[in-house]
């Protein structure tokens, strides 16, 4: 973390400078205003860019699966899960939100809510947490 500080700390100086050495030759040697215009325009133009790319970039997510995980499909009948109640169980298993689960399914929020209270009733739990705990005690998902 101090070398990132540094590193932005060294560039903002850098640019300080750059910038009043610009500032001195406009004043001292009576450059052209559209030179120093068009200087600190391209400065923040890269700096937008920069920025903007720093900024917006997607963020790579790993997941690690378990390489002993064997999936117990006996269970899943037995408990009665359907195929799509088994799918928003492992959506939110990997912490998607109700509507963000219906938005991946193309599905109403409604038909999740069913769902999720199926599976509460089918594991016998009253929470996320506890559903997920348990669906991964049984080896339902990973």
Same mark, same amino acid.
């Given at each position: +973390?101090?070398?990132?500080?540094?590193?932005?700390?060294?560039?903002?100086?850098?640019?300080?400078?750059?910038?009043?050495?610009?500032?001195? *030759?406009?004043?001292?040697?009576?450059?052209?205003?559209?030179?120093?215009?068009?200087?600190?325009?391209?400065?923040?133009?890269?700096?937008? #860019?920069?920025?903007?790319?720093?900024?917006?970039?997607?963020?790579? &997510?790993?997941?690690? +699966?378990?390489? @002993?995980?064997?999936?117990? %499909?006996?269970?899943?009948?037995?408990?009665? #899960?359907?195929?799509? %109640?088994?799918?928003?169980?492992?959506? +939110?298993? =990997?912490?998607?939100?109700?509507?963000?689960?219906? @938005? =991946?399914?193309?599905?109403?929020?409604?038909? &999740?809510?069913?769902?999720? !209270?199926?599976?509460?009733? =089918?594991?016998?739990? !009253?929470?996320?947490? *506890?559903?997920? *705990? =348990?669906?991964?005690?049984?080896?339902?998902?990973?």
């Amino acid at each position: +973390m101090k070398k990132i500080i540094l590193i932005y700390g060294a560039s903002l100086a850098v640019l300080v400078f750059l910038l009043k050495y610009l500032e001195y *030759q406009f004043f001292a040697k009576d450059l052209a205003l559209e030179f120093y215009l068009a200087v600190i325009a391209i400065l923040f133009t890269g700096l937008g #860019i920069w920025a903007g790319f720093r900024l917006t970039r997607k963020k790579v &997510v790993v997941v690690k +699966m378990s390489a @002993d995980f064997v999936f117990n %499909e006996r269970e899943l009948d037995r408990l009665g #899960i359907s195929k799509r %109640e088994h799918e928003v169980l492992e959506w +939110m298993a =990997k912490g998607l939100s109700n509507q963000e689960i219906a @938005d =991946k399914l193309f599905v109403s929020l409604n038909t &999740v809510k069913t769902h999720t !209270s199926n599976l509460f009733l =089918k594991l016998e739990v !009253s929470r996320r947490t *506890q559903a997920i *705990q =348990k669906a991964k005690e049984l080896s339902l998902i990973p």
